[in-house]
C-alpha cells in the first residue's frame, strides 16, 4: 500500500495508520514546514518528502492506495476573517482536487474545519460527496469539531467518554478557560465595537461543556485553566489572576498523540502550534479503519 499524504504537518496520518495497525509500504508526504518535517523524520525517517503540493504530479508517482490530507482551514474558520478561498492558503484545497483526480486512489479522505454553507457546497461538488461532521471530543476531553470527507462511508465514532480532569497533570485549577480581549465600558458592559473603549484581557470560564477543553489551536490564550467559577474576570494580567497554560503532555493527550513523540525536537511553542494544526489522530484511526477494514 502506498501513502499520499498532502499538508502532512506533524504526520498525524502516518501516527493513525501505525496505531491502527495498519501495514504500508511508501509515505509519501508533503511538506513546507520545517520544523514539521524535523518532527515527521526523527518519528519516521522513510518518510520521502515532496515539498510543495504545487510540485506534485500524479504521473511522477506510484500507484497510490490512499490519499489524505487537511488543507489550511485559515480561510474557512470563524476565527478568522472568513476570507473563504479569497485567502491563499485556502485555494490549496484545489490541489487536493488536483492530485484527488491524477491519482485516483481507492481511497481519500479530506478534512476541514466547518465553514459556511456556501463554501461547503463547493468542497462538496468538487469532491462529489458530502461530510461526516465528528467532534473529537468523542475519542478525547478536547471540543474540536471537523468535516471529513470521503467516497467511503464513514459515521462518528463511538463516544469513549474522556473527561478534561482525567488528562489533566495537576488538577488544582481544573476549569477550562480563555483570555480574550474585550471592550469593558464603566458600567462594566462589552462595547466590542467601540474602538473608543479600550481593551482589556478578560479571563472567561464558560457555562457550555465543562467537561471538554476547548479546540486547540496555535494560540495560548485560547485555551487556559483557573481554579475561578464560571464567569469573566477583567484585567487577568495586571490583577494576577489565577490560570495556568496547558502542559505539552496534555496537549498531547488532547490530541491522542504520544506523549513522547516531540522530544524537544523544537520549542515548545512551537511544538504546540504544530499540534494546534494537526488532526485528532483517534479519529483518524477510527476513519482509517472504516475505510480500510476489506482490506484488512
Request: with cysteine.
Amino acid at each position: 500500500m502506498n501513502i499520499l499524504s498532502l499538508f502532512d504537518g506533524i504526520s498525524c496520518g502516518q501516527v493513525a495508520l501505525n496505531r491502527a495497525g495498519i501495514k504500508y509500504d511508501k509515505y509519501f508526504a508533503s511538506e513546507i514546514d520545517k520544523k514539521a518535517i524535523c518532527i515527521t523524520q526523527y518519528n519516521y525517517p522513510n518518510t520521502i518528502q515532496l515539498g510543495s503540493v504545487y510540485n506534485i504530479k500524479g504521473k511522477d508517482l506510484p500507484e497510490i492506495d490512499l490519499l489524505f490530507g487537511g488543507s489550511p482551514c485559515q480561510g474557512f474558520s470563524s476565527s478568522g476573517k472568513r476570507l473563504n478561498f479569497e485567502d491563499k492558503r485556502s485555494m490549496l484545497f484545489f490541489e487536493f482536487v488536483r492530485l484527488l483526480k491524477e491519482c485516483k486512489p481507492k481511497h481519500w479522505l479530506f478534512e476541514n474545519v466547518v465553514m459556511s454553507k456556501e463554501v461547503e457546497e463547493i468542497v462538496n461538488e468538487q469532491l462529489g460527496t458530502k461530510p461526516v461532521t465528528i467532534n473529537s471530543a468523542t475519542v478525547s476531553a478536547q471540543n474540536r469539531v471537523r468535516l471529513y470527507w470521503s467516497w467511503d462511508k464513514l459515521e462518528s465514532p463511538k463516544d469513549k467518554g474522556i473527561k478534561l480532569i482525567t488528562i489533566l497533570e495537576n488538577r488544582d485549577m481544573p476549569n477550562k478557560a480563555s483570555i480574550i480581549g474585550r471592550r469593558i465600558n464603566s458600567r462594566g458592559v462589552r462595547e466590542d465595537y467601540n474602538k473608543n473603549v479600550p481593551l482589556i484581557q478578560c479571563l472567561e470560564v464558560r457555562r457550555s461543556n465543562t467537561t471538554k477543553s476547548n479546540c486547540l489551536t496555535t494560540v495560548d490564550k485560547d485555551n487556559v485553566l483557573t481554579s475561578l467559577p464560571i464567569g469573566r474576570y477583567i484585567d487577568v494580567f495586571k490583577r494576577r489572576l489565577p490560570f495556568r497554560y496547558y502542559t505539552l503532555n496534555e496537549y498531547c493527550r488532547l490530541q491522542t498523540i504520544p506523549e513522547n513523540y516531540f522530544d524537544y525536537i523544537v520549542s515548545e511553542s512551537e511544538t504546540k502550534k504544530l499540534i494546534g494544526n494537526g488532526w485528532t489522530v483517534d479519529v483518524i484511526v477510527d476513519l482509517l479503519r472504516q475505510m480500510l477494514k476489506e482490506e484488512e
